[in-house]
């Protein structure tokens, strides 16, 4: 049976539109899954929406529709976009799908007929916009710690979760399972949380004449699920009805534990604390990792509508390309640290390391082979000459591209790092063997050369994939080979080999400059 690899985003709520913030989860998400289909795996790669709560009920009623006509306007602008970022989910999940709904309401029996819900009355500091509850303490001044708004004083019953009680068996698991929560700093965060504060329980129920836009308690009509209990079950609920295969589901063979959940470090808490302890519950297993990815500014600044700060992913698109944006957000940070997101710092990658280094080399190697040899390249050449240095530095750098901790610590910029070694090595090799020279005096070094060029464009072409999907394709087709992804299915794994050989003659074709220089207008010049 094929190995399986099941990736998931957070849900995003409905109600806001998308950001470079979102679009970043989904790109990483959309690299795993990539890069686990061509090593040949099976892979479930979710996304989706969080539509119930408050935000949705009063966005809808402002806009005098229901709330869930506004959801079913608003989840467009997240479908739209994820269309035009090239991600290849698996499904979307929405919070009101009939099948979601049924089976939150089922794992809250369950919890509820083991004991492990309790109603209580119960008082406390709320944010409404946030939909949190806050203690005396945390709150400041009378406001929201969080988002720095009023708190309003509640007195109510409830329904909790009874989640301290798991709060040793959690901090022993974290420890037991380094990977369970990365990166490090992360993990140690989360750590040193359950180790110097007393787990509370956790508020899993609003009142429906306060918040009618949820999911009903199935043990009482008077009550709606929070939010949060609600958006957690959907990488479970997914694996019942959204995966490929769901009658297989039925009896019993899950998708379920997840390889990876991806999120912010926003929403750690959430999903190392409350997520790990309601599947412990459960007595279903934990998921193999939560990853905690930064955070991106805009000069320094939260994004916000308020401060009408927020980079629209589709207008970077329009601008610059999207394998572009997909190589900077992954390029120019490390995944899990943060990053201050500029347009100047995407158009000097996009001149240097897109234009000049890769499509320089792309186009300067095929205007050679069409001049040298009408596009043909002798793929039967074998060198045992002093190039096999050359094959042995693309060797090394491509053996790093695919290191197992790199992929299981999600380092992409690492990754790419080395994808550009083997570029930088192609271009060096190419200044140091003057072909233009072997042209007049050496044609069958020369063949050798082109080979060699040809097949680090390959293996390049193949490892930039995952991040880069159009272009990865369009630099295949312009080596002559077929289709990047049937073949690399077909030929994996001998495929990713430096000694990997079509079995068809190759012809390499001209096409447009993969990536053309950003020219910027200097402003100073403007005014004169
Ligand atoms: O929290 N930088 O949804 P959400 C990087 N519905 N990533 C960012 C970002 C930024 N500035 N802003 C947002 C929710 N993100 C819940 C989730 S899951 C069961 C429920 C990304 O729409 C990042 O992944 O506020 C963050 O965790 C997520 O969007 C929050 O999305």
Known sequence: MKQRFYVTTPIYYVNDSPHIGHAYTTIAADILSRYNRLQGKEVFFLTGTDEHGQKVEKAAAEKKRTPKEHADIMVDNFRNLWKRLNISNDAFIRTTDDAHIKSVQGLLQMLWDRGEIEKREYSGWYCTPDERFWTEKDIVEGN?????????????????????????????????????????????????????????????SRPKNRLSWGIPLPFDENFVTYVWFDALVNYFSATRYLVPHPENAKLGDFWWPANHHLVGKDILTTHAVYWSTMLMALNLPLPKNIFAHGWWTVHGKKMSKSLGNMVDPNAMVEKYGVDALRYFLFREVPFGLDGDFSEQALINRINTDLANDLGNLVSRFIAMAEKYFGGAIDIERIDAGASREFEEQCAYAHMNVHRKEYWSHLQFSLMLENIWAIIGEANNYIARKEPWKLAKENTDQLKIVMFNIWNALRITALSLYPFMPDTAGKIWIQLGLKSLVDEAKQYSPEIFEWDWKPSYEIKVSKAEHLFPRIEIKDKNKDRG
């Open 144 to 204: 929201c710690p969080d988002c720095g708004r009023p708190v309003d004083r509640i007195h109510e019953e409830n329904y909790f979760f009874l989640m301290s009680k798991y709060q040793e068996r959690l901090i022993k698991y974290i420890e037991e399972n380094p990977a369970y929560i990365l990166p490090d700093t992360r993990r140690n965060e989360v750590l040193g949380f359950l180790r110097n504060n007393t787990l509370g329980d956790l508020c899993i």
